[in-house]
């Protein structure tokens, strides 16, 4: 079967579920996400972005980058978070690009992570599938969409949303493993793992970690998980 089709279908069997399971309220793992890169994170939010700033530089820096990692974790940990919010609110449209509208999903989901108010998760979170799932109308084969949405879906408690989340990574890493990797590849090797771990199924999580060293034996994320 197709490797899209495959993703669509695991897909679809999660989004009839999603909006029932966040609005009473989700249950993601903890407020901080758990495959980030070893650099402090409290050093890391004493450096201001302001909102236009924050616009700009995620037109130009993938989310799923170290770099960008570090950028949303700022914008989130900001008093001015949503404003933010309400400038790139504004700024996507039916003329946007699908990894930028992907982008900004990947910016809300990590804000929902990050998030203390339950009301304000569960807006995030839906507001954050309704773009990803706009991405993938413009791109079916948008791969920011996608890692967004299995991340997404993968650190609920509901079985069914974390079972598609397992099937879409897969179908990540399987179809990535037939071309040439590149550096943002990693990320699937991470959430999924790390997914697993937040089910308590640390053998597999580290098969699964030890598997992405094998094509990514530099990757300090990798590493600091395996000795964790």
Known sequence: ????????????????????????????ADHWVPWAFSWDKNGATQHHISPQQGLSR?????????????????????????KTVELLDKDISSKSNP????????????????????????ELATRADAYFDQALSKDKASW???LGKATLY???Q????QASSIKILKSMIEAQQKT??????????????????????????KEIWTEGLQHFPNNEALHTKMID
Request: net charge neutral; with cysteine.
């Open 180 to 205: 040439k990797s590149n550096w943002h590849h990693v990320y699937p090797y991470l959430v999924l793992g790390a997914i697993y771990e937040r089910k308590r199924d640390i053998l597999t999580a």
């Open 144 to 146: 920011g969409a996608w």
């Open 1 to 28: 079967m197709n490797i899209i089709k495959r993703m669509r279908q695991a897909c679809f069997m999660a989004s009839a579920l999603f909006v029932s399971v966040f609005i009473s309220p989700p249950a993601f």
């Open 58 to 82: 995620i037109k130009t820096t993938s989310l799923w980058s170290p770099d960008g990692e570090l950028l949303v974790v700022q914008l989130v940990s900001s008093k001015s978070f949503k």
């Open 154 to 156: 993968g650190f609920s």
């Open 158 to 161: 509901e079985r069914d949303l």
């Open 99 to 122: 990894e930028l509208i992907a982008r900004y999903g990947t910016l809300l989901t990590y804000g929902a992570y990050m998030s203390e108010d339950e009301g304000e998760m569960a």
